[in-house]
Nanobody
Framework: QLQASGGGLVQPGGSLRLSCAAS????????MGWYRQAPGKQRELVAT???????SYVNSVKDRFTVSRDNAKNTVYLQMNSLKPEDTAVYYC???????????YGQGTQVTVSS
């Protein structure tokens, strides 16, 4: 199971940190990611942190968002700075184990950026 938290309402330019705690999986074996889905739009991959330690970001969040993970706590984080109204979406964490069919999503947490 994946349990995401940390969403909320923030003004433009503000910051939020999302957390996603995993249970029932060998966390260190999984590539962890954050997706988001805004109303009327397709789900978008925002950031990933692979089991091998590599990170990647969609262009629209580079230099503003930072993904990190703590394997000892089975948790992945998304630090979001300089938030913009277009970052408003439901954010979902995702766990994928390479070379297997294992793929899980959390329940989502709402992020709203508005003045």
């Amino acid at each position: 199971q994946l349990q995401a938290s940390g969403g909320g309402l923030v003004q433009p330019g503000g910051s939020l940190r999302l957390s996603c705690a995993a249970s029932g999986i060998i966390f260190s074996f999984y590539n962890m990611g954050w997706y988001r889905q805004a109303p009327g739009k397709q789900r978008e991959l925002v950031a990933t942190f692979t089991s091998g330690g590599r990170t990647s970001y969609v262009n629209s969040v580079k230099d503003r968002f930072t993904v990190s993970r703590d394997n000892a706590k089975n948790t992945v984080y998304l630090q979001m700075n300089s938030l913009k109204p277009e970052d408003t979406a439901v954010y979902y964490c995702n766990a994928q184990r390479p070379l297997t069919g294992s793929n899980y999503y959390g329940q989502g947490t709402q992020v709203t950026v508005s003045s």
